[in-house]
């Protein structure tokens, strides 16, 4: 059965950074893009930064020179690296993978169970 599992949220103060990781477990084949999505109270789930196998990467325009994804494809992890951050950033961070479970053909998206961050005024 395949996991993701998220850690590293926590609070902290406007101006501040955090690093969030994803780890994915299980019996996988290959994993694809990966990514990180969050959802405020209120507010339906946003992208906030995609990277694929190959290392390219997308950012919401929101956190564009402020936040750095990166992967560890050898380990199946995903990490996030916020800086400089704002108190509307405050909201819960999920991890998203685009993975091929053992023994299948077809690639299925996965969600880890989400991490929360506040960012303090």
């Known amino acids: 059965q395949v996991q993701l599992v998220e850690s590293g949220g926590g609070l902290v103060q406007a101006g501040g950074s955090l690093r969030l990781s994803c780890a994915a477990s299980g019996s996988i084949d290959s994993v694809n893009a990966m990514g990180w999505y969050r959802q405020a109270p209120g507010k339906q789930r946003e992208l906030v930064a995609r990277i694929t196998r190959g290392g390219s990467t997308n950012y919401a325009d929101s956190v564009k020179g402020r936040f750095t994804i990166s992967r560890d494809s050898a380990k199946n992890m995903v990490y996030l690296r916020m800086n400089s951050l704002k108190p509307e950033d405050t909201a819960v961070y999920y991890c998203?993978?685009?993975?091929?479970?053992?023994?299948?053909?077809?690639?299925?998206?996965?969600w880890g169970q989400g991490t929360q961050v506040t960012v303090s005024s």
């Open positions: 998203n993978a685009d993975l091929r479970p053992g023994g299948s053909d077809y690639l299925y998206a996965y």
